[in-house]
T-cell receptor, first 113, second 116 residues
């Protein structure tokens, strides 16, 4: 099936530093969604990007969708210990049965105080 | 709103036995539910798309005779792992949308299956 590539796999930062995770697809996406999974928990929806070049902000989090709708990024400014978890991007392709999502491998963020 | 309940949270079973996992949408109707599998520290792998009133659509490499999916109503989908083996031990998560199309997924809490 169509894949969504995500990097880096792990990121360890000091509290207060910034953090960015990137996703890339070889084919155009209908939309891309971002999820956060805390250790031992289930994925929780953060945001959805639909339009080419779209940028959305949630407090310290900034989400971008590329002009070609093939890549996306999540940037966290001044990380806090509460940001710890794994961040997944999930792409939706028009060919997917039932509008299923294809998840990237995720970026595990560790923030030390 | 948009709560998905998954049961059980964890289960331990012996090799050769079958295990049923339930996924319910509590406050919305879900014509489509999705079953994912997650290995430790890895991503979510889509196993199948569960369609209410019809057969599930399985992803390539997923054995439909081993992972039986039934979507009996608009609020309930079940995944039965038949003749379980230790390699089936994993974290299984269901998800659903509260409307069709490109809306976000709401996930259940997942089921940790351990096969001894």
């Amino acid at each position: 099936g169509q894949q969504v590539m995500q990097i880096p796999q792990y990121q360890h930062v000091q509290e207060g530093e910034d953090f960015t995770t990137y996703c890339n697809s070889s084919t155009t996406l209908s939309n891309i969604q971002w999820y956060k999974q805390r250790p031992g928990g289930h994925p929780v929806f953060l945001i959805q990007l639909v339009k080419s070049g779209e940028v959305k902000k949630q407090k310290r989090l900034t989400f971008q969708f590329g002009e070609a709708k093939k890549n996306s990024s999540l940037h966290i400014t001044a990380t806090q210990t509460t940001d710890v978890g794994t961040y997944f991007c999930a792409g939706q392709f028009t060919s997917n049965s039932g509008y299923a999502l294809n998840f990237g491998k995720g970026t595990s963020l560790l923030v030390t105080p | 709103g948009a709560v998905v309940s998954q049961h059980p949270s964890w289960v331990i079973c012996k090799s050769g036995t079958s295990v049923k996992i339930e996924c319910r949408s509590l406050d919305f109707q879900a014509t489509t539910m999705f079953w994912y599998r997650q290995f430790p520290k890895q991503s979510l792998m889509l196993m199948a798309t569960s369609n209410e009133g019809s057969k599930a659509t399985y992803e390539q490499g997923v054995e439909k005779d081993k992972f039986l999916i039934n979507h009996a109503s608009l609020t309930l989908s079940t995944l039965t792992v038949t003749s379980a083996h230790p390699e089936d031990s994993s974290f299984y998560i269901c998800s659903a949308r509260d409307w069709t199309g490109y809306s976000p997924l709401h996930f259940g809490n997942g089921t940790r299956l351990t096969v001894t």
